[in-house]
């Protein structure tokens, strides 16, 4: 059985490109943690797994040295802030297939990863799950706090790298747009997060 | 035990504002089903329940005669849209506590419903839960064209009652957005409820 088609849906992963937060680990075993996409391409009944990794990113530098990463399913949108924004710290991990993983994860896949496409960008990799485990399932309703938390996060990482002053000025109305949903649609967890941002990436 | 105070956390509701799938009954027992939010305030310990409901929306007409609505937890987007903008047809419905509900919500909340402010535009009530069922508990990760989805079916139902020009200049731009992380992030039932909405709600 190839690998690659084991279809990751009951762990979460599903059509489109799945919001998770990746963990590695460097040659010499430091963890590190960060939100990143995972990319399910389906065609002629075969389903594939993608993720693109940035240059100059530490995920990218543990994955070339390991050829392994692990998705890390959670919808709590303050691991996704602290993720973005600052280093986890050891609390937050355990291991799982000899891979460090969050410990409040509902789901963990670990992958080998395989080089497909480099750019002047990002190195793309095919997934083939190789480990997988599902912690917690829940029922959850649509919560626009929580939407709009990652979609701020989001935003804020790309503030950080615009420049002209005209764009900025756009995501400083985009983020007060989240900020006023957050307030109005989130619960405490959400407020949280979006006061932790607030303060990594004040959006002056 | 006052039924006020039970924790509908298991049952997919959480703090803030969940975003459901409401479902009523005229006198006659006829089923009607629509996108509403239920609000969930929490102070000194005690977890309450409200809705708004707007002046003129079959959802109140049937809520004021019968004293009960139904909530019905999903995050399928083809259900917020098609509730939003068409009529469901039978076969979504089912029949759970007396009240329709619909076949494949995750979970089911019935709740009574009391009159708490009416104001110009519409009437808040308090909740109290009677029946709570889980069919279905899952695990999955975020996905932005799942979120998108929502803000955009949101800003559609806003889009057909605004008149000015500049305010629906501003949505088609924000709607245009959506679009693209629904065609970037989504799997194929957003894709189809970004069809369907597009057809119902033209944005011209």
Redesign the interface.
């Known amino acids: 059985m190839n690998e690659a088609s084991v279809n990751l849906e ?11 937060i990746v963990t590695t680990r460097s040659d010499a075993g430091k963890p590190h943690a960060a939100p990143i ?2 990319i ?1 391409g389906i065609n002629e009944e075969e389903i594939k797994y993608f993720v693109k990794l940035y240059k100059g990113s530490r995920t990218l530098a543990n994955v070339l040295e390991t050829n392994t990463l692990a ?1 890390n ?1 959670t ?1 709590d949108v303050v691991v996704f802030v602290k993720a973005a924004f600052e280093k986890l710290n050891e609390n937050y991990f355990t291991s799982f297939a000899e891979m460090p993983v969050l410990k409040e994860a ?2 963990w896949i670990v992958f080998t990863t395989a080089l497909t496409v480099e750019s002047s960008e990002y190195f793309r990799f095919q997934l083939t799950s190789t480990a997988v485990k ?1 912690n ?12 709009a938390m ?2 701020a996060t989001i935003l804020a990482t790309r503030f950080e790298i615009t420049k002209d002053e005209q764009g900025r000025e756009e995501m400083r109305k985009e983020m007060e747009r989240y900020a006023d949903i957050v307030k ?7 407020k949280e997060a979006m006061r932790i941002l607030q303060k990594k990436c004040p959006f002056r």
Chains 1, 2 share one sequence.
Do not use: H, M
């Not at 009951?10 to 998770?20: N, P, T």
């Not at 917690?136 to 939407?147: D, P």
């Not at 109005?184 to 959400?190: F, H, I, P, S």
């Open positions: 009951e762990a979460g992963i599903s059509e489109g490109i799945a919001e998770v996409g995972i399910t998705a399913v919808d509902n789901a599902v917690r399932k829940e029922v959850k309703a649509i919560n626009r706090g929580r939407n990652i979609e109005k649609c989130g619960g405490r967890r959400e």
